[in-house]
């Protein structure tokens, strides 16, 4: 079966600390995948996209970063959080057929204090 | 630049009523999708409406599309408490990467 897993599920960072966030999905290839952020109370904003290894699109400047090393492995990182970084974090993936739509990850909820 | 706009954005209703959500997009888009978030939680996915005049219905909630209106609707009947979340619509642009742009979401509660 097709799956995604995301984690870790919440996070409480100081300011400055680095960030690494890991989703993967399991039962299919290539797949597109995306990493979006939700501040408290608000929409859902895309920062990532990916259709391949090493092909990443950058939505939105910001200090965070995202790499695909491996086919179904996405991966979000900082190397230096900002207090606006807080939010909640969701991975998502294209099944295919389009019929199927996206499917989201759990979340990680991060806190920058 | 696709834009999605969702109205109302809070709506606060009593159970046994019925009420509809609103999604409008800017661009020729022929894939829409609706999706449920209850708090703390991540995305559900509800509807994938996927041509003109697609309509879909699952219990209390029904979808339909309006590409040359560019516009999607979530109707409720009969709305139950159970019902109370957020709901985002999302459009798909068609061209290029794929990617969903979302609507701000409408915050449904339903009272007793």
């Known amino acids: 079966s097709q799956t995604i897993h995301q984690w870790p599920a919440t996070l409480v960072q100081p300011v400055g600390s680095p960030l690494s966030l890991e989703c993967t999905v399991e039962g299919t290839s290539n797949p597109n995948l995306y990493w979006y952020r939700q501040a408290a109370g608000r929409g859902l904003q895309l920062l990532f996209y990916?259709?391949?290894?090493?092909?990443i699109s950058s939505e939105v400047p910001q200090n965070l970063s995202a790499s695909r090393p491996q086919d179904r492995q996405f991966i979000l990182s900082s190397k230096k959080l900002l207090l606006s970084d807080s939010g909640f974090y969701l991975c998502?993936?294209?099944?295919?057929?389009?019929?199927?739509?996206?499917?989201f990850g759990s979340g990680t909820r991060l806190t920058v204090v | 630049e696709l834009k999605v706009e969702q109205n109302p954005l809070f709506l606060s209703m009593q159970e046994g009523k019925n009420y509809t959500i609103y999604c409008n997009y800017s661009?020729?888009?022929?894939?829409l999708y609706w999706y449920r978030q209850d708090p703390g939680k991540s995305l559900e996915s509800l509807f994938v409406l996927l041509s003109n005049g697609a309509v879909k219905q699952e219990g209390r909630l029904m979808a339909s599309l309006d590409t040359k209106a560019r516009l999607s609707t979530l109707h409720i009947t009969a709305a139950v408490h159970d019902l109370s979340a957020t709901y985002f619509c999302a459009v798909d642009e068609a061209a290029g990467a794929q990617k969903l742009v979302f609507g701000q979401g409408t915050r449904l509660t339903i009272n007793p």
């Open positions: 998502a993936w294209r099944k295919l057929p389009i019929l199927y739509g996206y499917t």
């Open positions: 661009t020729t888009s022929d894939r």
């Open positions: 990916s259709i391949g290894i090493d092909q």
